[in-house]
């Protein structure tokens, strides 16, 4: 579609950070996660803690690596499937959960373009340039359809009075059209904790109408070698990504939060727990320390070899997940598979 400088301008939404009385706030999972007793197997940060400004920029690097295959298995998925996937829900609105770039989204916005649906797309991430970037590029290229901005953990926004608000506003007619489609690309099911899937599953179904669908993409790739080199890349070599990742998660803890985390102290390193079908992005304690968050009021001691969680990335069997969302009220209408890799995208529909 061609751009255009009369676009209305896009409407901004910032979501605290802080607990203020609303269970699961992301400060609240990162005390949690930091604060694991001896039981636990892992202190854990938060993935979304990851994607400041300068982790989004990292992240968009290592979508690029060519060892890296979830970016463009989903991608091909998409645009090969993109047209039946929008013609099947009929959706005015995308929300996009974790929108980031929304390079990908937009295959999506371009089908319901071709099929005379787009009324309005919703962007929700926690890191804001990006989101921003993106919303304004989409903004310009389709100036007939309203476009906000959320900034901030779209577990919050789904779960809060902001997300019902929105969707009263955005209702459809009723008659099975006019819907919203959220979609949670790139795998980021797989980033929730189980707690934090089941809260999401439950706040997507107790938010949809009748004729809303949710939209799920996840890598079932199961080759252990294939899967073991996708996440290994950029550890090393001259421009060591996934290692300068990990450690920025550290360093976006510190400009938050006044910590003082030593980034030297930590080193990354990524596990493939294959039994658990679980890759896990770690920072490994070189030494006994404590670690401070003055603006969290928490202090942290850390053993010499203790292993702190950033990332853990679940896979999934199509059965799994339909099984999953299906325990929470929601149908799976149909599912498509990338052939290369194994990449899905599911489809499902609240339960009547």
């Known amino acids: 579609m061609t751009e255009s400088r009369m676009a209305p301008p896009v409407t901004e939404v910032a979501l605290p950070w802080a607990a203020d009385g609303l269970s699961g706030t992301p400060e609240e999972g990162l005390r949690a996660g930091l604060a694991a007793p001896a039981t636990a197997r892992h202190r854990r940060i938060p993935s979304l803690f990851g994607y400041d400004e300068t982790g989004s920029r990292l992240f968009e690097e290592i979508t690029r690596l060519p060892e890296y295959y979830p970016p ?143 939209l799920i993409c996840v890598d079932l790739n199961e080759p252990v070698e294939v899967v073991r080199r996708a996440y290994a890349a950029g550890y090393t070599g001259p421009r060591p990504v996934r290692r300068l990742f990990a450690l920025n998660t550290l360093l976006s803890l510190n400009r938050r939060y006044d910590a003082d985390f030593d980034v030297d102290a930590f080193e990354p390193e990524l596990t493939y727990d294959v039994a658990r079908r679980e890759v896990r992005g770690g920072l490994r304690s070189l030494r006994r320390q404590r670690v401070t968050l003055p603006r969290l009021g928490l202090a942290v001691d850390f053993d010499a070899g203790e292993l702190l969680l950033h990332d853990v990335i679940r896979k999934f069997t199509v059965d799994d997940l339909v099984r999953l969302v299906g325990a929470h009220g929601m149908r799976c209408r149909r599912h498509w598979v990338e052939e290369e890799f194994g990449y899905g995208a599911f489809l499902f529909q609240p339960t009547r």
């Open 72 to 214: 463009r298995a989903e991608r091909r998925l998409l645009t090969e499937y993109g047209d039946d996937l929008v013609g099947l829900a009929a959706p005015a609105e995308l929300v996009d959960l974790g929108a980031g770039s929304a390079h990908k989204s937009e295959i999506l916005l371009a089908a319901m373009d071709r099929h005379g649906l787009l009324r309005a797309y919703t962007a929700v991430d926690v890191s804001a340039e990006p989101m921003r970037q993106a919303a304004d590029r989409i903004r310009r290229r389709r100036p007939g359809a309203r476009v906000t901005a959320v900034h901030g953990d779209f577990l919050a926004w789904l779960s809060g009075a902001e997300r019902a608000a929105h969707g009263a506003a955005t209702a459809g007619d009723g008659n099975g059209s006019g819907g919203r489609l959220l979609a949670l690309l790139g795998n980021t099911l797989g980033n929730l904790s189980e707690p934090e899937q089941a809260r999401f599953l439950r706040a997507v179904r107790a938010g949809c109408a009748p004729h809303d669908h949710l």
